[in-house]
């Protein structure tokens, strides 16, 4: 069964100076038990992409076509309010980048991690003792003494840990972990994705993990999607990707990827040219103009040309995309 | 935090004894005797004299200013010429009406400023939230004693809803509440104002902040969201604002109790000025710039006490 | 022309903002009301006549007459060449002393900073209205102790904005290499570290014009503003509070001006600021 | 974001509302005070700050003294100056330099200080009269010698000069208090602010400072009984304030300004009589002989022409009050009929013409009250009207009351004053002010007559008022002569009481406390 689905899901933004259109025709889905790993540059639409999941688009965002279906049943581009708000927390559970900020300054994590069982029924101590049991699953020490603690008593590994106890808290089935590791050290990068990789397996939840870091994507996820300036440009088993990358800037993301040289590095090096302005989109393929492929044809929209069952890359040069970056 | 409050005390006994030398040195180039005007038209020569004598008057003024300045760290302020009752006895008489006007006037601002503050940023950029802005600009720029004698004409003589004047019945607690409303209002309405204006803009930034997007995410109501999660961040500037403000409303105060002819502080000092009744006057102004900056030094130790984050950097 | 120009388009980009037109609105009508006193003013503004005394308004009296019987509406109108007048004048003299001060505690000698700081808080620590009256006692009501007051009050302010700013430049790169080339202490702080801080400190001066309108009418107010018979807003508004068991014109006369003044200037400065610095924004 | 638009401020709607309704509840109309129980509230115009009768700062002071203290006499109320015995059953001028007492066998002092004797009225008259002790009412017993104590009760009172205003501005007064010796002696020769030994119809209960005084009925007081078990006194300075909250309903009795009488009786609140009472006091415009231009005569002359004493007095009292003709109001000895110059503004032209001092700027001082102001402000439009040009300084009290004092340098610079004194019902104490040894302390006029210092001092020891009133007439000839004053009005009070008050009025409006009874 499939967790969430998206289908053809397009979202625009209304700026001052027009509309700007923040994800185009965007399909995936992430099946149950899986992870699933979203990768992409700064502004590619990893944010509105959850945002949308979650119903928190902004103001002035609006969803313009397709649908995210829920395990299959509720479309949560149509669903009302106070159902949604239903999903989240419940069924749906986010951690997110930054864990300084996710947490409420000014409340005790105690509290906070009551609050958000506030659709449960049980008391206020059977509530404080399920936080217990769940920093103690993410290995906080002393989890009754830190419960009455705020939030900068924490350090920011330790604060990453009680996001993903909180989200997991309510054993939800979709769980979106924007960038979770990015704002940490290497070491505690990786206690954290074994951590979650762990606590995915105990409790049978499928992952949505937005990345930029493909180190990360490979160790984790079984199949991800690399998005750019708002497209799905190519998905399918990480393996797939990896090794048989059919886009242009699928490749060129490979080829730069510090992790694959010796040492790691937190940000991606640059492709050359810049994003596309997306209030002012180009007829055809979005990446043509940093595409040293590009022709007339990609004037025209790109098709998802399916490489192998599942591999789906939107590109017209999907053959001769192979040369690019074997050189690097 | 102890050393950090220690520390804003210590600067603030500098600046207070800096204010009383300056209003030392005012004080006494007042044109103006202070024994001849206590005496009345009746006194001799040398009765004034001897007054003068006894007010210390015939001292040198930093005599005068070292002497006022020893005994008031042991707390004396010295005694009224006239009525041999000690400065402090008659400042502090006065100190609970004026401190309840002012604490009035922050109910007022803080019941109405808050949730209009709230509103506002809920609302953003809707029409009532330009009715809001509008209103909170307009009622900072209305200087207080206009909005005195205003409401004291509208409520207290036209429509007779309200009491004009005094502080009320001594020991009833009703009429002193009727007749706190419209002075507290006069002193209070431009806060309203400021507070709106502060808790909007903090709101604001607050609904922003990537722990609201992480409620959301968990799917709590808005409501608590609104009011429990960004509201607590959001009125912390309001208590800094307070601190200062309790300063103006303190300035705002004098034209309030003159008006409504309320004892306190502010019409005390107005009165002493007048009749040159300088231990008075030194002794009131004293106490409140002491209380204008304890009041300060107590809204830090409140946002400490709010916002764990202000009180671990003074850990 | 280009100027002219220029101030053009400042106006249409003010007008745009409703508040930023009812501002400019307002303030064009109280300084051309006061400008043109003379010759709006049916009456001269000290001229009694007790046998009119309390008359509500008509066509005769505008504003109805006060307890003398003088024309309110005549006495507005020159109240409020005194109130601009005080409002222009105190708060140019305050920027000007208080540029200066805060040059000197920026670009002086640190002890001579430590002083005028203290000075500064000193000054900001008594209540606004408690410092005026002992002030106006010791200098006798007049125009000029209104000024005094206003410059004792607000030099403080301008002086430490200035002060910070003068300590942020002294150490930036263009002051360094003027200093380096042997320009004087007088000409770095006159060529190239005035016109920098000087912009900030005109808009909030210009917000501060209605604060000092309403210090101006509240020493009035207490009789402790300009001499009588000058009128003042502030002293129309004592003859009514006096008498406002009798008519309440006087009051609403006296209030009205004071009301729209601080008004018309606070939305334009309001206005302006927000199209010229938003950086001062944040400021309440 | 778009739901947080929707969000539900029920909770906070209802609390709003509960505050709002809580604040409702606390508006409503004004009540009239109940006369619930027998409580009288009146308004005085200042706070006590001293309640010794020897040291008192106003006449608020005295008139709780006068009830809380008992007096060898007391002042009566009526339209007549009157008295009547208090602490004595009997008193009596024997001849010109003796007074006999003999005191009412029952006054007992509170706090344990027993019975009031002839002991303690020696002490308490001699205490007022030595001026070692600097009681600024030594000059009611200026003339005093000795009190001689015949026994426990009894005893005479000595004079050195016979005194004319004996009994009717000293024994009426504060100034025939009679304290207890021994507790004033405990207390260091001085009274404060909370009195001990209290003698009179009531005690002194409760002072809450700028709040109020309560006065409650003496129990062990045998004789006249005042007509309310508690007297509430408020101080409230301003008139017009104390008009508001007698409208309010916080007051029975109060005086109201002299602004407000004529609206007042053509439109009285309601169950209220508002009644006009002469006053004594008197205001006139001086002019400082010793500044220039005011050292040349016939300045002052033309100015004393050019002055519409009626418009002043029209303009600032509102039509209440009328002018006078100097310095003894009607119905004193001494009054006079009419002044010797009057309004001629052509005549005062060219007087300042003559003089050249035509365009001239003279400055005007006053103390910062709205009737003063206006009187000013008509003293200059007259002025002007004659050439002169008039500058009016405002004062608040500190700055004003010190101006002609010879230790102000000012003095030597001080033009112009209108000036306001109050008075006793003897013409004595209008006259002392403006002797030439006066100069620098309360003659700002600098106003110097050989003539009339000596009729100041022959005044107070002449006993046939025949005598006196044709003295007294003529020392206000002299000053009007000299061309330094201007004489404008004695005032007049307003006074306002509630129908279900009998208030007791001295006849210049002055409260007495014990009198005032239910109606």
Same mark, same amino acid.
């Given at each position: 069964m499939t967790v969430l689905d998206i289908r053809d899901l397009s979202v625009d933004f209304a700026t001052e100076s027009g509309a700007l259109q923040a994800l185009r025709k965007v399909s995936m889905s992430v099946p149950e038990n899986r992870i699933v790993g979203v990768v992409g540059e700064s502004g590619c639409g990893k944010s509105t992409l959850i945002n949308a999941i979650l119903g928190l688009l902004a103001d002035n965002g609006e969803v313009t076509s397709g649908e995210i279906l829920f395990e299959g049943t509720h479309d949560l581009t149509t669903l009302a309010?106070?159902?949604?708000?239903?999903?989240?927390?419940?069924?749906?559970?986010?951690?997110?980048?930054?864990?300084?900020?996710?947490?409420?300054?000014?409340?005790?994590?105690?509290?906070?991690?009551?609050?958000?069982?506030?659709?449960?029924?049980?008391? $206020?101590?059977?509530?404080?003792?399920?936080?217990?049991?769940?920093?103690?699953?993410?290995?906080?020490?002393?989890?009754?003494?830190?419960?009455?603690?705020?939030?900068?008593?924490?350090?920011?590994?330790?604060?990453?840990?009680?996001?993903?106890?909180?989200?997991?808290?309510?054993?939800?089935?979709?769980?979106?972990?924007?960038?979770?590791?990015?704002?940490? &050290?290497?070491?505690?990068?990786?206690?954290?994705?074994?951590?979650?990789?762990? !606590?995915? +397996?105990?409790?049978g939840c499928s992952v949505l993990f937005i990345s930029h870091h493909l180190g990360v994507i490979a160790e984790l996820c079984d199949e991800m999607i690399v998005m750019y300036a708002g497209e799905v440009v190519e998905s399918g088993t990480t393996r797939d990707v990896f090794h048989n990358a059919r886009h242009p800037y699928t490749r060129k993301l490979l080829a730069c990827d510090p992790a694959r040289l010796t040492h790691r590095a937190r940000r991606l090096p640059t492709i050359p040219g810049t994003l596309p302005d997306l209030r002012n989109r180009p007829e055809g393929c979005v990446f043509q103009a940093r595409c040293e492929l590009a022709d007339a044809t990609c004037s025209r929209m790109p098709p998802d040309e399916e490489i192998a069952p599942g591999h789906l890359a939107r590109c017209w040069h999907t053959e001769a995309s192979v040369m690019i970056g074997a050189g690097a | 935090m102890l050393r950090y409050a220690l520390k804003r005390l210590g600067l603030g006994i500098i600046i207070v004894s800096v204010a009383m030398m300056m209003l030392f040195a005012m004080v006494y180039v007042i044109p103006g005797d202070p024994a001849s005007v206590a005496l009345g038209p009746r006194a001799t020569q040398e009765m004034v004299e001897s007054l003068r004598a006894r007010m210390g008057l015939d001292q040198p003024i930093w005599i005068q200013f070292a002497r006022f300045y020893m005994s008031a760290f042991r707390g004396d302020l010295g005694t009224e010429v006239l009525s041999g009752r000690p400065v402090l006895t008659v400042v502090l008489e006065q100190l609970p009406f004026t401190l309840t006007l002012i604490a009035g006037a922050i109910s007022w601002s803080v019941l109405l400023g808050i949730p209009l503050g709230c509103i506002a940023a809920v609302k953003r950029g809707g029409f009532v939230d330009r009715v809001i802005g509008v209103l909170s600009v307009a009622v900072i720029a209305v200087p207080s004693f206009v909005i005195a004698i205003y409401s004291l004409l509208i409520f207290a003589v036209a429509l007779q809803w309200l009491p004009a004047i005094g502080a009320g019945e001594p020991g009833n607690v009703i009429s002193q509440l009727r007749h706190l409303i419209l002075p507290s209002l006069a002193v209070g309405l431009g806060w309203v104002g400021y507070i709106a204006r502060i808790v909007r803009a903090s709101m604001l930034e607050t609904l922003e902040a990537s722990h609201i997007r992480t409620a959301r995410a968990f799917g709590l109501t808005d409501r608590r969201i609104t009011y429990s999660y960004a509201l607590r961040i959001a009125v912390l500037p309001t208590i800094t604002l307070l601190g200062v403000g309790i300063g103006h409303m303190l300035s705002s105060s004098v034209f309030a109790e003159i008006v409504f002819a309320r004892p306190g502080i502010g019409k005390l000092v107005y009165e002493a000025i007048s009749v040159r009744n300088y231990p008075i006057v030194t002794g009131a102004v004293l106490v409140t710039t002491v209380f204008f900056v304890v009041v300060n030094v107590i809204a830090d130790i409140v946002i400490g006490a709010l916002d764990p984050r202000v009180r671990a950097s003074f850990d | 022309m280009l100027r002219l120009a220029k101030i053009w388009r400042i106006v249409r980009r003010i007008v745009r903002e409703p508040l930023g037109a009812l501002g400019l609105g307002l303030v064009v009508l109280?300084?051309?009301?006061?400008?043109?006193?003379?010759?709006?003013?049916?009456?001269?503004?000290?001229?009694?006549?007790?046998?009119?005394?309390?008359?509500?308004?008509?066509?005769?009296?505008?504003?109805?007459?006060?307890?003398?019987?003088?024309?309110?509406f005549s006495r507005v109108l020159y109240g409020g060449r005194i109130a601009l007048s005080i409002a222009l004048g105190a708060t140019g003299a305050s920027l000007v002393i208080g540029i200066m001060l805060g040059l000197i505690a920026g670009y002086g000698p640190r002890w001579l900073d430590n002083i005028l700081l203290l000075v500064f808080d000193a000054l900001k620590s008594f209540p606004t209205v408690i410092l005026a009256l002992t002030l106006v006692t010791i200098t006798g009501p007049s125009l000029m102790s209104v000024v005094l007051v206003v410059v004792l009050v607000s030099v403080p302010g301008y002086a430490r904005i200035i002060r910070t700013q003068t300590l942020v430049l002294k150490s930036a790169e263009h002051v360094m290499a003027a200093r380096s080339m042997g320009a004087g202490s007088a000409r770095i702080l006159t060529v190239h570290i005035l016109p920098n801080v000087i912009g900030p400190i005109l808009i909030l001066a210009s917000m501060d014009i209605p604060v000092v309108v309403a210090i101006e009418a509240g020493l009035s107010f207490l009789g402790m503003g300009v001499r009588p018979p000058t009128p003042s807003w502030g002293s129309i508004l004592n003859d009514g509070f006096a008498n406002i068991r009798d008519s309440y014109w006087i009051v609403v006369a006296g209030g009205l001006p004071i009301i729209l003044t601080t008004l018309g200037f606070t939305f334009l400065g309001e206005t302006l600021r927000d199209l010229f610095d938003p950086r001062l924004k944040g400021r309440v | 974001m778009s739901n947080i638009a929707s969000t539900n401020l029920s909770r906070r709607t209802v609390l709003a509302g509960t505050g709002a309704l809580g604040l409702a509840s606390l508006i409503y109309p004004a009540r009239r005070a109940q006369a619930a129980g027998s409580i009288l509230k009146v308004r005085s115009y200042s706070d006590i700050q001293i309640l010794d009768p020897a040291f008192r700062l106003a006449a608020p002071e005295g008139d709780i003294t006068n009830v809380i203290f008992a007096g060898l006499v007391v002042a009566t109320a009526g339209d007549k100056w009157g008295w009547r015995p208090m602490a004595v059953e009997t008193i009596e001028q024997l001849d010109p330099l003796t007074i006999s007492f003999k005191l009412r066998d029952g006054i007992g002092f509170t706090d344990g200080f027993g019975q009031m004797t002839a002991e303690d009225v020696k002490f308490s008259i001699e205490r007022i009269a030595d001026p070692k002790n600097e009681s600024p009412y030594s000059g009611d017993w200026e003339t005093l010698k000795e009190v001689e104590v015949k026994d426990k009760l009894s005893g005479l009172i000595h004079l050195k000069e016979a005194f004319a205003p004996l009994w009717t501005s000293t024994l009426p007064t504060p100034s025939s208090t009679i304290l207890s010796k021994r507790a004033v002696t405990e207390a260091g020769g001085k009274l404060g602010v909370e009195p001990v030994a209290q003698s009179g119809p009531y005690l002194l209960k409760e002072w809450l400072p700028k709040q109020r005084t309560v006065l409650v009925r003496n129990?062990?007081?045998?004789?006249?009984?005042?007509?309310?078990?508690?007297?509430?006194?408020?101080?409230?300075?301003?008139?017009?304030?104390?008009?508001?909250?007698?409208?309010?309903?916080?007051? &029975?009795?109060?005086?109201?300004?002299?602004?407000?009488?004529?609206?007042?009786?053509?439109?009285?609140?309601?169950?209220?009589?508002?009644?006009?009472?002469?006053?004594?006091?008197?205001?006139?415009?001086?002019?400082?002989?010793?500044?220039?231009?005011?050292?040349?005569?016939?300045?002052?002359?033309?100015?004393?022409?050019?002055?519409?004493?009626?418009?002043?007095?029209?303009?600032?009292?509102?039509?209440?009050?009328?002018?006078?003709?100097?310095?003894?109001?009607?119905?004193?000895?001494?009054?006079?009929?009419?002044? !010797?110059?009057?309004?001629?503004?052509?005549?005062?032209?060219?007087?300042?013409?003559?003089?050249?001092?035509?365009?001239?700027?003279?400055?005007? &001082?006053?103390?910062?009250?709205?009737?003063?102001?206006?009187?000013? +402000?008509?003293?200059?439009?007259?002025?002007?009207?004659?050439?002169?040009?008039?500058?009016?300084?405002?004062?608040?009290?500190?700055?004003?009351?010190?101006?002609?004092?010879?230790?102000?340098?000012?003095?030597?610079?001080?033009?112009?004053?209108?000036?306001?004194?109050?008075?006793?019902?003897?013409?004595?104490?209008?006259?002392?002010?403006?002797?030439?040894?006066?100069?620098?302390?309360?003659?700002?006029?600098?106003?110097?007559?050989?003539?009339?210092?000596?009729?100041?001092?022959?005044?107070?020891?002449?006993?046939?008022?025949?005598? $006196?009133?044709?003295?007294?007439?003529?020392?206000?000839?002299?000053?009007?002569?000299?061309?330094?004053?201007?004489?404008?009005?004695?005032?007049?009070?307003?006074?306002?009481?509630?129908?279900?008050?009998?208030?007791?009025?001295?006849?210049?409006?002055?409260?007495?406390?014990?009198?005032?009874?239910?109606?």
């Open positions: 309010g106070t159902a949604m708000r239903d999903l989240r927390g419940q069924k749906i559970a986010t951690v997110f980048q930054d864990p300084m900020g996710a947490l409420n300054p000014v409340l005790s994590v105690g509290r906070q991690m009551r609050d958000i069982q506030y659709r449960s029924n049980l008391s $206020r101590r059977e509530k404080d003792a399920r936080s217990i049991e769940m920093l103690r699953k993410v290995r906080i020490p002393d989890a009754e003494q830190r419960l009455v603690q705020f939030p900068h008593e924490f350090s920011g590994g330790m604060k990453q840990r009680i996001a993903i106890a909180m989200a997991l808290m309510m054993e939800p089935s979709l769980l979106i972990a924007d960038e979770p590791t990015t704002a940490l &050290d290497a070491t505690l990068e990786v206690t954290i994705i074994e951590l979650l990789k762990e !606590l995915q +397996q105990q409790i | - | 109280v300084v051309l009301s006061a400008l043109f006193a003379d010759v709006l003013a049916s009456y001269p503004p000290t001229k009694l006549s007790p046998a009119d005394r309390f008359a509500p308004a008509s066509f005769q009296h505008l504003l109805g007459t006060d307890h003398i019987g003088r024309d309110l | 129990p062990d007081w045998k004789y006249e009984q005042g007509g309310y078990d508690e007297i509430h006194i408020h101080p409230i300075e301003d008139e017009k304030t104390a008009e508001l909250g007698y409208e309010a309903g916080d007051l &029975d009795y109060t005086w109201t300004s002299v602004s407000s009488i004529s609206r007042l009786k053509e439109n009285p609140p309601a169950d209220t009589t508002v009644v006009e009472k002469p006053s004594l006091a008197f205001v006139w415009f001086g002019m400082n002989k010793a500044v220039a231009p005011f050292d040349n005569p016939d300045v002052r002359r033309a100015v004393q022409y050019a002055v519409d004493r009626k418009a002043v007095v029209d303009a600032a009292y509102f039509g209440a009050a009328s002018t006078s003709t100097g310095i003894i109001a009607p119905g004193l000895i001494g009054h006079r009929e009419k002044n !010797l110059y009057d309004y001629d503004p052509d005549k005062a032209r060219e007087m300042i013409e003559a003089a050249g001092v035509s365009g001239q700027t003279v400055v005007l &001082d006053i103390l910062n009250k709205t009737e003063r102001l206006t009187a000013a +402000q008509v003293i200059q439009a007259n002025l002007q009207d004659v050439g002169l040009n008039v500058e009016i300084k405002q004062n608040d009290s500190g700055t004003f009351w010190t101006l002609g004092s010879k230790d102000n340098e000012y003095h030597k610079k001080l033009q112009m004053v209108v000036q306001r004194f109050s008075m006793q019902p003897d013409p004595s104490w209008a006259t002392e002010w403006f002797t030439s040894s006066q100069i620098g302390t309360w003659n700002w006029e600098s106003f110097d007559s050989e003539e009339f210092d000596k009729l100041v001092v022959e005044g107070k020891i002449e006993l046939d008022d025949a005598k $006196r009133d044709v003295m007294y007439k003529k020392m206000q000839d002299l000053m009007e002569e000299s061309g330094c004053y201007v004489f404008l009005t004695h005032e007049v009070a307003g006074v306002m009481y509630r129908n279900s008050v009998a208030a007791a009025l001295k006849p210049n409006g002055e409260p007495v406390f014990a009198e005032f009874k239910p109606a």
